[in-house]
Nanobody, 125 residues
């Protein structure tokens, strides 16, 4: 199991950018797929983006963020990032990073066994 600390959230105007970071500690980080999820008040947690583990650098995005967000990882630093550009008010949510149980990426919450505490992203009109 890995322990995750996500950070980088804040208040930004529509059209602006933020970069979220997720620092991991523990074993076998590089072999685990990683994901980002978000949750707005009163709504279910939803998938945002994921990246595969050591098998390659395959990434996948929710349709709502495709073309605007980029997920990446630096295994030497045990860190995964989410670069968010062209932010919209509907992107406002608490963002959580998560570590997958395996190498292959997944959009399913149940595939992830470690979670960060969440970082707030607020986008004003």
């Amino acid at each position: 199991q890995v322990q995750l600390l996500d950070s980088g959230g804040g208040l930004v105007q529509a059209g602006g950018s933020l970069r979220l970071s997720c620092a991991a500690s523990g074993r076998t980080f590089s072999s685990r797929a990683m994901g980002w999820f978000r949750q707005a008040p009163g709504k279910e947690r939803e998938f945002v983006a994921a990246i595969s583990g050591s098998a390659g650098s395959i990434s996948y995005y929710a349709d709502s963020v495709k073309g605007r967000f980029t997920i990446s990882r630096d295994n030497a630093k045990n860190t995964v990032y989410l670069q968010m550009n062209s932010l919209k008010p509907e992107d406002t949510a608490v963002y959580y990073c998560a570590a997958d149980r395996s190498v292959g990426l997944s959009t399913r919450i149940g595939a992830y066994d470690s979670w960060g505490q969440g970082t707030q992203v607020t986008v004003s009109s």
